[in-house]
């Protein structure tokens, strides 16, 4: 008897993405059909409380490109954070793969995160290594703003690690549950919560290059989400301070 193959675990959140979730779901259906790594791979979409319909258009889909989807929904809107943390907790799969509903990173990029996992239990997509890499690049301003973000980063949360906030992240399954029960930002700076969490804990962050192109119809307000992200950034040690003095 043959045996059956492994679990692994594809999770995307989602708000509002009508427009796009179906070109995303139809190239997610194409990559899972060829089992990258000989994994069997369940993929779960979080619809983060949206009011377009992405759901429907979403079970839709699948059901058309016969991709084996699971559904999870959140009655109204509480951050990116959180929906990937209800994915997360939600599976027992090993290893867990995160990307953004836009595929910005391409799945086929998975590979260069998973050559790393055995000596590193997160690996990391980064845009900040190999910048030839970023094949459409975001206007001046934002990128302006993301290194002078990283700065703030590197001194409160994880210093040495030059782009916490690409959406494309591949951990061991074990590890991730852990590090996400523990986790209570909702939104944008949910990345530098995890990763200050693992070096924490001694776990090893492999940072990695990939191919990167920008998506024009971003969801990322430029003054609200970044003001929200540094609140939550300067608030991430005394959560946990205080997480650990009760302990």
Request: proline share 4%.
């Amino acid at each position: 008897m043959s045996r059956a193959p492994d679990k692994a675990a594809l999770i995307v959140p989602a708000y509002n993405e009508r427009n796009r979730i179906e070109a995303s779901l139809r190239a997610i259906a194409d990559w899972r059909h060829h089992r990258p790594g000989g994994w069997d791979w369940d993929v779960l979409l979080v619809d983060d409380g949206s009011t377009d319909g992405t759901a429907a258009v979403a079970e839709r889909v699948a059901g058309e490109a016969k991709l084996p989807l699971t559904l999870l929904r959140h009655e109204r809107n509480l951050g990116k954070g959180a929906a990937i943390r209800t994915g997360v907790l939600a599976t027992q799969a090993d290893p867990i793969l995160i990307s953004d509903v836009d595929l910005s990173t391409p799945l086929s990029e998975w590979i260069r995160l998973a050559e790393r996992l055995p000596t590193h239990p997160i690996a990391i997509g980064s845009r900040a290594i190999e910048r030839d890499l970023v094949r459409r690049k975001q206007p001046f301003y934002r990128r302006l703003l993301g290194r002078g973000g990283n700065v703030l980063v590197q001194i409160f949360a994880v210093p040495g690690i030059r782009d916490t906030q690409c959406g494309f992240k591949l951990f061991r399954g074990d590890v991730a549950r852990r590090l996400f029960r523990q986790a209570r930002i909702d939104r944008f700076a949910y990345d530098m919560e995890i990763l200050y969490l693992a070096r924490r804990e001694g776990i090893e962050i492999a940072e990695v290059p990939v191919l990167w192109f920008n998506s024009a119809d971003s969801r990322v307000s430029l003054v609200r989400d970044s003001l929200v992200t540094l609140r939550d950034l300067l608030r991430i040690r005394w959560i946990h301070r205080k997480a650990r003095t009760a302990g």
